[in-house]
């Protein structure tokens, strides 16, 4: 028996290894972002500085462990096997929960998952217990007091996040300007001893301070003479950061990188817990009961050496700060960190990641009427003095491809910092994704970052990414404690079982996800780097190449859809017809995400060409459109016919239409190759070829209807039907491939 649940502990470390690649690779952006976005140094020299603040962080973090012994549960109550039934199913739900939601493209949260689980699975085990024994109850089972604190300091960090964030950047935009270089001859100096002090006291005094690797008497006189400290500390820094501005040192860049540290080093102490904490305490629960059961078994051996704060090896947190390192290295999505968390903030127009919802058309309807309302209040002379301070045609930006400024980025920092440290001195699990993003969030909004183009898209975004937390934390609670109760009946069986389930599903995981970034990088990387283009004739260029694309691709997906519905339908194949549905769906999302892109791109091209060229590019993007509006009108009376069982289409209707596809597919392609080349030579030769076979439709279409009225009986009247409502999309088609095909030409004629 105990053979089989040292295994347990080997695979719930196993299981560590794999959340910290995973874990550091989804929030490395967290902390590199700001850095990188603004890019006020190398990716390398950033990434040399956030892996010196992970190791210190993971050295300084044995602290944060106990959330996972004692911090949901009271372990004392609870035997051997029950409190490895939990781990276990912590470690399996975190694993289902990543793979669910990576599939679903849903926001997720180790904290918020990590919590939920304990709570869940410790739940379900103090059902159980109280089932069979009713002298126990909830207040002694579950340390509900430490979870409630938990839970609460989880959810109100979204909130301080925002307006914190929000409110320290409308300070720093007014008094620093996007000209920050000429109004930061004085200010700047303040700004970085505030910033290096509050830095100091939460990273180093009290992060520091608190460790258990720093002597007693040197912790009791920090504690001490705090106040007088961070005095010192203030008054030292402001003097070092205006002799280091004096000596032309950019001082916002200093503290970006500082900050940086400092974000870091609270990530791998405050999240260090959401990847080994129930792993170490899995491994501590097995220790005390291989030296000190004597025989007891592991349903009557009780663990409260759980109780006990955690003291953590050394080489533990130091072999997990050095994964977490790799992780950072080797990730795809770390060295990628600016293609997803840094358009959330970005100071120029781009593509929205989120779409619009009423929800957020209302938040924002209802802010700008209260804003409206509240600035008729101040003198308008204080209203145009403030107004002057946020003229974003004066940003001063590190290169043309930083996303923000380096005030907006040092900002960030030390606000984030300062919250996820404060929280993990107070140990309470913050989340570092969202505490980050909130931030951001908050700052970008008082930046004037979120104009009435796209307020609304960022409050949804915002909005989903709070409601992806809420549904993280009731998916994780519902989840674990299911996995925990059929472990808890099927015994040790159906716990290999899930095992084996983790290690499938860990590997699935994987696949989906290469092809996924595979499909994004092909899809994002020129219009990133259209965005980030400040020469308008360069944008023009870029532009019709990716209107190009847009089109030669539309032309190719929409003649797949053509000829899927018609073998859907002549091989009765509701399946594949059901594919067609959600597929087409789909891309008409993507088409409404390209189009806002092209736009985009469009306002930045030279003025005389966009207003020229305006017309064809919205009928190109309307044809693009059309198609699939085509298809879907297509596709219903088809996909109802095939799923009601009704009469197959005949043979004869088969074989009269089969030269009117092979000509559809012949044009399509010709028209695909001379969008994709660029060579219009053969232009009117195609649209003559278009008008014979729609004639030919026509001609089918006349027939058909003849034969319909002529019929006495009904029996084929339905096919019938289906049949003329294709011949007269196909029609359509044909005339919207016409209208693309013009477009096309008109678009990217000299």
């Given at each position: 028996?105990?053979?089989?649940?040292?295994?347990?502990?080997?695979?719930?470390?196993?299981?560590?290894?794999?959340?910290?690649?995973?874990?550091?690779?989804?929030?490395?952006?967290?902390?590199?972002?700001?850095?990188?976005?603004?890019?006020?140094?190398?990716?390398?020299?950033?990434?040399?500085?956030?892996?010196?603040?992970?190791?210190?962080?993971?050295?300084?973090?044995?602290?944060?462990?106990?959330?996972?012994?004692?911090?949901?549960?009271?372990?004392?109550?609870?035997?051997?096997?029950?409190?490895?039934?939990?781990?276990?199913?912590?470690?399996?739900?975190?694993?289902?929960?990543?793979?669910?939601?990576?599939?679903?493209?849903?926001?997720?949260?180790?904290?918020?998952?990590?919590?939920?689980?304990?709570?869940?699975?410790?739940?379900?085990?103090?059902?159980?217990?109280?089932?069979?024994?009713?002298?126990?109850?909830?207040?002694?089972?579950?340390?509900?007091?430490?979870?409630?604190?938990?839970?609460?300091?989880?959810?109100?960090?979204?909130?301080?996040?925002?307006?914190?964030?929000?409110?320290?950047?409308?300070?720093?935009?007014?008094?620093?300007?996007?000209n920050y270089k000429k109004h930061s001859r004085y200010a700047i100096a303040i700004f970085g001893g505030i910033s290096f002090t509050v830095l100091a006291?939460?990273?180093?005094?009290?992060?520091?301070?608190?460790?258990?690797?720093v002597s007693e008497s040197v912790r009791d006189y920090i504690n001490s003479n705090i106040n007088l400290l961070l005095i010192y500390t203030f008054i030292g820094s402001t003097i070092v950061m205006e002799v280091l501005h004096l000596c032309r040192v950019d001082i916002f860049k200093?503290?970006?990188?500082?900050?940086?540290?400092?974000?870091?080093?609270?990530?791998?102490?405050?999240?260090?817990?959401?990847?080994?904490?129930?792993?170490?305490?899995?491994?501590?629960?097995?220790?005390?009961?291989?030296?000190?059961?004597?025989?007891?078994?592991?349903?009557?051996?009780?663990?409260?050496?759980?109780?006990?704060?955690?003291?953590?090896?050394?080489?533990?947190?130091?072999?997990?700060?050095?994964?977490?390192?790799?992780?950072?290295?080797?990730?795809?999505?770390?060295?990628?960190?600016?293609?997803?968390?840094?358009?959330?903030?970005?100071?120029?127009?781009?593509?929205?990641?989120?779409?619009?919802?009423?929800?957020?058309?209302?938040?924002?309807?209802?802010?700008?009427?209260?804003?409206?309302?509240?600035?008729?209040?101040?003198?308008?002379?204080?209203?145009?003095?403030?107004?002057?301070?946020?003229?974003?045609?004066?940003?001063?930006?590190?290169?043309?491809?930083?996303?923000?400024?380096?005030?907006?980025?040092?900002?960030?920092?030390?606000?984030?910092?300062?919250?996820?440290?404060?929280?993990?001195?107070?140990?309470?699990?913050?989340?570092?994704?969202?505490?980050?993003?909130?931030?951001?969030?908050?700052?970008?909004?008082?930046?004037?970052?979120?104009?009435?183009?796209?307020?609304?898209?960022?409050?949804?975004?915002?909005?989903?990414?709070?409601?992806?937390?809420?549904?993280?934390?009731?998916?994780?609670?519902?989840?674990?404690?299911?996995?925990?109760?059929?472990?808890?009946?099927?015994?040790?069986?159906?716990?290999?079982?899930?095992?084996?389930?983790?290690?499938?599903?860990?590997?699935?995981?994987?696949?989906?996800?290469?092809?996924?970034?595979?499909?994004?990088?092909?899809?994002?990387?020129?219009?990133?780097?259209?965005?980030?283009?400040?020469?308008?004739?360069?944008?023009?260029?870029?532009?019709?190449?990716?209107?190009?694309?847009?089109?030669?691709?539309?032309?190719?997906?929409?003649?797949?859809?053509?000829?899927?519905?018609?073998?859907?339908?002549?091989?009765?194949?509701?399946?594949?017809?059901?594919?067609?549905?959600?597929?087409?769906?789909?891309?008409?999302?993507?088409?409404?995400?390209?189009?806002?892109?092209?736009?985009?791109?469009?306002?930045?091209?030279?003025?005389?060409?966009?207003?020229?060229?305006?017309?064809?590019?919205?009928?190109?993007?309307?044809?693009?459109?059309?198609?699939?509006?085509?298809?879907?009108?297509?596709?219903?009376?088809?996909?109802?016919?095939?799923?009601?069982?009704?009469?197959?289409?005949?043979?004869?209707?088969?074989?009269?239409?089969?030269?009117?596809?092979?000509?559809?597919?012949?044009?399509?392609?010709?028209?695909?190759?001379?969008?994709?080349?660029?060579?219009?030579?053969?232009?009117?030769?195609?649209?003559?070829?278009?008008?014979?076979?729609?004639?030919?439709?026509?001609?089918?279409?006349?027939?058909?209807?003849?034969?319909?009225?002529?019929?006495?009986?009904?029996?084929?009247?339905?096919?019938?039907?289906?049949?003329?409502?294709?011949?007269?999309?196909?029609?359509?088609?044909?005339?919207?491939?016409?209208?693309?095909?013009?477009?096309?030409?008109?678009?990217?004629?000299?």
């Amino acid at each position: 028996m105990e053979t089989i649940y040292l295994c347990i502990v080997i695979f719930l470390l196993c299981l560590a290894v794999f959340d910290l690649f995973v874990g550091v690779s989804n929030d490395a952006v967290n902390f590199l972002q700001s850095a990188v976005g603004a890019r006020v140094a190398t990716f390398r020299t950033v990434l040399i500085i956030a892996s010196i603040a992970v190791v210190l962080g993971a050295v300084l973090s044995s602290g944060m462990m106990d959330i996972a012994r004692h911090g949901i549960m009271m372990p004392a109550r609870y035997s051997f096997h029950e409190v490895m039934t939990v781990f276990l199913a912590v470690m399996v739900t975190d694993v289902i929960i990543l793979d669910v939601f990576n599939s679903l493209g849903m926001p997720t949260s180790t904290t918020v998952s990590l919590v939920f689980e304990l709570l869940g699975g410790a739940f379900m085990i103090s059902t159980l217990k109280i089932m069979g024994d009713p002298s126990l109850d909830y207040g002694i089972l579950l340390n509900s007091d430490k979870a409630l604190s938990v839970i609460i300091a989880i959810f109100v960090s979204v909130a301080i996040s925002f307006v914190v964030g929000m409110i320290v950047m409308w300070i720093s935009r007014v008094v620093f300007t996007f000209n920050y270089k000429k109004h930061s001859r004085y200010a700047i100096a303040i700004f970085g001893g505030i910033s290096f002090t509050v830095l100091a006291y939460f990273i180093f005094m009290k992060g520091v301070g608190n460790s258990p690797y720093v002597s007693e008497s040197v912790r009791d006189y920090i504690n001490s003479n705090i106040n007088l400290l961070l005095i010192y500390t203030f008054i030292g820094s402001t003097i070092v950061m205006e002799v280091l501005h004096l000596c032309r040192v950019d001082i916002f860049k200093f503290v970006v990188l500082m900050g940086t540290f400092g974000l870091a080093m609270a990530f791998a102490g405050n999240d260090l817990v959401n990847f080994i904490g129930v792993p170490l305490a899995g491994l501590a629960s097995y220790q005390d009961y291989a030296a000190n059961a004597h025989g007891a078994g592991v349903d009557t051996f009780m663990m409260k050496s759980l109780m006990e704060s955690a003291k953590t090896p050394p080489f533990y947190l130091m072999a997990a700060g050095i994964i977490m390192i790799v992780a950072m290295g080797t990730s795809k999505k770390a060295q990628n960190v600016i293609k997803t968390s840094v358009d959330l903030a970005r100071q120029d127009e781009g593509d929205e990641m989120f779409g619009s919802s009423k929800a957020a058309r209302a938040i924002v309807r209802f802010c700008q009427w209260g804003v409206e309302s509240v600035a008729h209040i101040f003198p308008a002379s204080l209203r145009n003095w403030i107004n002057s301070r946020f003229n974003a045609n004066e940003v001063e930006l590190v290169d043309d491809k930083a996303a923000f400024d380096v005030v907006r980025a040092a900002v960030n920092l030390v606000i984030a910092s300062m919250l996820i440290t404060f929280g993990t001195n107070h140990k309470l699990p913050l989340s570092t994704t969202y505490v980050t993003f909130m931030v951001a969030m908050g700052s970008s909004l008082a930046d004037r970052a979120w104009s009435r183009e796209s307020a609304v898209f960022r409050v949804t975004g915002v909005l989903s990414v709070i409601g992806g937390w809420f549904i993280t934390a009731g998916v994780a609670f519902i989840t674990c404690s299911l996995v925990a109760l059929t472990m808890w009946y099927g015994g040790i069986v159906l716990q290999v079982g899930f095992m084996i389930l983790v290690i499938y599903l860990l590997w699935h995981s994987n696949q989906q996800y290469k092809k996924k970034k595979e499909q994004e990088a092909k899809d994002e990387d020129s219009f990133r780097l259209m965005m980030r283009t400040r020469d308008p004739e360069l944008v023009w260029d870029m532009l019709q190449k990716r209107v190009s694309s847009t089109q030669c691709n539309m032309n190719h997906y929409a003649l797949d859809m053509f000829n899927k519905i018609m073998d859907g339908f002549t091989g009765q194949n509701a399946r594949e017809l059901g594919r067609c549905r959600k597929s087409l769906h789909k891309e008409q999302d993507n088409l409404k995400k390209y189009r806002r892109q092209e736009m985009l791109g469009l306002k930045k091209s030279p003025q005389d060409i966009a207003i020229e060229r305006n017309t064809w590019f919205h009928l190109g993007a309307n044809s693009d459109q059309q198609f699939i509006y085509c298809l879907r009108r297509m596709l219903e009376p088809v996909r109802e016919h095939v799923d009601n069982n009704f009469n197959p289409i005949p043979e004869e209707y088969i074989h009269e239409f089969q030269p009117v596809r092979q000509k559809v597919n012949d044009l399509m392609h010709m028209t695909q190759e001379m969008i994709s080349n660029g060579k219009y030579d053969d232009y009117r030769d195609i649209l003559s070829e278009a008008d014979l076979c729609r004639d030919e439709l026509s001609t089918l279409r006349k027939g058909l209807i003849d034969h319909i009225q002529q019929s006495t009986g009904t029996q084929m009247l339905q096919v019938s039907l289906v049949y003329l409502n294709i011949l007269q999309e196909t029609d359509e088609f044909l005339n919207i491939m016409r209208h693309q095909l013009r477009a096309a030409k008109k678009f990217i004629e000299n």
